[in-house]
Nanobody, 121 residues
């Protein structure tokens, strides 16, 4: 089982910057992909950014050019650098990982508990 621990959320002014971090721990054979999702009050959870082993990166349209996802595979860590944040970025941000516990297992999904980002205007 893999556990994800997010950190870095908080209150930030519009136009400011914030960096989220997520560390995976537990029984890990491989983590082919990691990403960030968010859920604003009254809305469904949506993908923010994802990164995979092949170097593929994907962003939700509204964050392109402002957010950057990166990964340290040796540390099982994924980051989300958030620049020029806007009020509409206010949400609980969740870390996600698709992982294998051993070479024989099927892939599984893990989610963090979420970290709140509040952007004040």
């Amino acid at each position: 089982q893999v556990r994800l621990a997010e950190s870095g959320g908080g209150l930030v002014q519009a136009g400011g910057s914030l960096t989220l971090s997520c560390v995976a721990s537990g029984t890990i054979f491989a983590i082919p992909g990691m990403g960030w999702y968010r859920q604003a009050p009254g809305k469904q959870r949506e993908m923010v950014a994802t990164i995979n082993d092949g170097g593929g990166i994907d962003y939700e349209d509204s964050v392109k050019g402002r957010f950057t996802i990166s990964r340290d595979r040796s540390m099982n860590t994924v980051y989300l650098q958030m620049n020029n944040v806007k009020a509409e970025d206010t949400a609980v941000y969740y870390c996600h990982a698709y992982y294998y516990s051993d070479f024989r297992s099927s892939g599984s999904d893990a989610w963090g508990q979420g970290t709140l980002v509040t952007v004040s205007s």
